[in-house]
Nanobody, 128 residues
Framework: QVQLVESGGGSVQAGGSLKLSCVAS????????MAWFRQTPGKEREGVAG????????YYAYAVEGRFTLSQDMAKNTVFLQMDQLKEADSGMYYC?????????????????????WGQGTQVTVSA
């Protein structure tokens, strides 16, 4: 079992920045891959960024490439999502997710059902 707790969401104007955090606890073998997904009402959950914990290889969705940066602090079992140059389209509920083997140094699954553990979500609102 893995427990995930997100923090750092909030409201910001377009062009601004936010930094999300996700603290993982429990079985480290269950969190070999960690990711951030986001969801808006009426839409499916979409992958935003992911990390292969073994070698810190990161993956980004095309929509956020160059604006978002995913990093990890292994000592604190925490992953961070630095979000810069935010756009209104980035608004949504952001969820941290973990899985034992949904990724590698060559591949990352953007399929939400491949992730076993989920946090409660943190809201990000970007206004014009």
């Amino acid at each position: 079992q893995v427990q995930l707790v997100e923090s750092g969401g909030g409201s910001v104007q377009a062009g601004g920045s936010l930094k999300l955090s996700c603290v993982a606890s429990g079985d480290p073998n269950g969190a070999g891959c960690m990711a951030w997904f986001r969801q808006t009402p009426g839409k499916e959950r979409e992958g935003v960024a992911g990390i292969y914990m073994r070698d810190a290889k990161t993956y980004y969705a095309y929509a956020v490439e160059g604006r978002f940066t995913l990093s990890q602090d292994m000592a604190k079992n925490t992953v961070f999502l630095q979000m810069d140059q935010l756009k209104e389209a980035d608004s949504g509920m952001y969820y941290c997710a973990a899985a034992a083997s949904a990724c590698s140094s060559l591949y990352f699954s953007w399929i939400s059902s491949d992730f076993t553990y989920w946090g409660q979500g943190t809201q990000v609102t970007v206004s014009a």
